[in-house]
Structures are given as structure tokens and as C-alpha cells.
């Protein structure tokens, strides 16, 4: 049989880091600016794209403050007295390393509603704000945090990417809707308190990879916050996956980090591969979900962010056709 070499594709790498952080108390807003800088140093140590942060990244400041009030007034206190030195501290990161940062999560209000805010920091650039869309029974009955209504789309320099917190990577639709709008990068930052927790999201976040055909990275927070309630342990194991055909790894894993302990992991992830596997893989998922008629429609906003941001833009939230 005469052999055939493989068409030549331009490549599109990209770098990613997930910060596999380690939660422990600080005496002050400073001391968490320090830690939060190091991670990123690390990350651009290592010459990183993206560098992506765990849900909730902000309750290390609980430790700084009084711990008289019950939990979902320590949320609003977070929203309340650190979201302007949060956001002031990744964007001067962000511009500083000159790296995508997704800043985890923190306690926003949004329109006088309280929600659980990714913050995604693009150097140049503002923030994009992504809120959490589904929320756990804690969420919902302990902290009093209130769902979202938007997905953003960031388009980069690479491609588009997008966040997918925690809770919602395991419902498929969202992952549907951010891959029909382009998303070929889905980033999960994620807070779990045992294995069980850990098991659901990194389950979903794999199979969201071999339906749509994208790469996912997940960061997920280790340590504790001694004697502050829903805090007082963690488990997590990051990681960087892949869809599950030739080009991947076999078992559909790029790398993952040691199970919850703190570190930094890094991976090297090629879009320009998801490309040529969409058009002639083994499976032709994303191909063949845009053509199957099961097209997912969404009762929110829809909010594409296009280099070079100079305006936002809402693209429809039903699909054409």
C-alpha cells in the first residue's frame, strides 16, 4: 500500500498553567497579593499563554478579617471590602507579565445581586466578568450567591476561549454553546471539597472535551482555612485534557497534576490540532453536532469579546438554521 504523508497544518500552540493553589490563612491583603504573584511568576517562568486560577480564589482573604458572621455574610464581606484590590491586582499582573490570567473566582455584585464572578484579565485589556450559571445547594442556601445569565467568548490572539465554573462544566449544554460559538479552549476553575467532588468535575470536564472536540484545562483549590465553615478542606488533582483520537494522548489526558498538593502544572496544547481532527478524525463529533439538528438555545446573553475589544459585541443565542 502506498504510503501517503499527512497534509501539513499550521500550527497554533498554546501553553497553559493551572494553579493548583494552596489555601492557608494570611494576615493581610498583601500576603495574598505576594502568593497570587508568585503563581504567576511561576507561570511565566514557563513561558505561559494562560494561566488559570481556582474557584474562590479569594476566601484565603476570610483569614484576614473577623470570622464572627455566618457564611453568607463572610461572602458579602469579600465582595464588599476586597473586589476593587482583586481586580486592581491582576490587572497590574496581567499587564506586568504580559500573560492571560483567569483570575479564579470572587464574590461579585452585579446589578445588586451577588454572584460567583471568573474574572478573565487580558493584557491592554478590561476584564471580562463570566458568573457562575449553575449553583451547588451551598451556593445557593449557605453563601446565598445568585446565578448568572451570560456566557462571554473571549476571541485572543490564539483563538477563542471560554470559563466554565466548577458546577457548570457538568451540564453539557453550556459546553455546547461556548463550542458553537467558536470556544476551542474551555477552562474550569473549580473548588471541590473531597474526592467525590473532585471525581464529578474532572468526569465532565473529559467528556466535554470528546463531545465538542476542545481542550479543557481545570484548576482546582488544595489546603484549608482552619475552623471557617465549607472551608476546611479541599481536594483537587488540575489538569489538561484532550479529546480522544490519534493526534491525543491515548488515554485523552495531556497532564495532570499530583492529587491535592500545591503546585503548578503546565501543559503544551496545539489548536491548529483540533482543526485538522474536526475536519478528518476517527470521530467527527463537533462536525456532526452542528448538523444534527439538537441545537442548544439559551435564555441569556450571548457576549463574544473580539480582538482588538474595542466594542462588545451579543451574537444571537439561538444557532442559524
Not at 273 to 282: E, F, I, Y
Request: glycine fraction near 6%; include cysteine; hydrophobic fraction near 40%.
Amino acid at each position: 500500500m502506498r504510503f501517503t504523508a499527512p497534509t501539513p497544518f499550521l500550527s497554533r500552540p498554546v501553553r497553559v498553567c493551572g494553579i493548583q493553589y494552596g489555601l492557608r490563612p494570611v494576615a493581610d491583603f498583601s500576603a495574598f497579593a505576594e502568593q497570587v504573584e508568585n503563581y504567576v511568576d511561576v507561570g511565566d517562568d514557563y513561558d505561559s499563554d494562560v494561566i488559570v486560577f481556582p474557584e474562590l480564589l479569594a476566601v484565603q482573604l476570610l483569614s484576614c478579617i473577623t470570622r464572627d458572621f455566618a457564611p453568607a455574610e463572610a461572602m458579602r464581606r469579600l465582595a464588599e471590602q476586597f473586589t476593587d484590590g482583586f481586580e486592581d491586582l491582576f490587572l497590574r499582573l496581567s499587564i506586568k507579565y504580559d500573560r492571560i490570567l483567569v483570575a479564579g473566582t470572587h464574590p461579585r455584585f452585579v446589578d445588586g445581586k451577588l454572584q460567583n464572578v471568573a474574572s478573565i484579565f487580558v493584557p491592554g485589556h478590561g476584564p471580562v466578568h463570566q458568573p457562575k450559571l449553575h449553583l451547588t445547594p451551598t451556593e445557593r442556601n449557605v453563601w446565598h450567591f445568585e446565578p448568572g445569565h451570560e456566557i462571554h467568548i473571549i476571541d485572543t490572539d490564539f483563538g477563542k476561549m471560554g470559563v466554565s465554573i466548577c458546577y457548570d462544566v457538568q451540564f453539557p449544554e453550556v459546553a455546547r454553546i461556548q463550542a458553537e460559538q467558536g470556544v476551542q479552549l474551555l477552562v474550569v476553575p473549580y473548588l471541590t471539597d473531597d474526592r467525590r467532588g473532585y471525581s464529578r468535575v474532572t468526569t465532565c470536564a473529559r467528556a466535554r472535551a470528546v463531545e465538542n472536540q476542545i481542550y479543557v484545562v481545570t484548576a482546582g483549590m488544595v489546603g484549608s482555612l482552619p475552623l471557617i465553615t465549607d472551608l476546611t478542606a479541599q481536594y483537587a488533582q488540575s489538569g489538561v485534557y484532550t479529546p480522544s483520537d490519534f493526534p491525543f494522548p491515548m488515554d485523552g489526558i495531556a497532564t495532570e497534576a499530583a492529587p491535592n498538593s500545591e503546585m503548578v502544572l503546565v501543559g503544551d496544547i496545539d489548536l491548529a490540532v483540533l482543526d485538522q481532527t474536526r475536519a478528518k478524525g476517527s470521530v467527527l463529533n463537533h462536525q456532526d453536532a452542528a448538523q444534527d439538528g439538537l441545537h442548544v438555545t439559551f435564555d441569556g446573553r450571548i457576549c463574544v469579546h473580539r480582538l482588538p475589544w474595542l466594542k462588545q459585541t451579543d451574537e444571537p443565542t439561538v444557532p442559524p438554521g
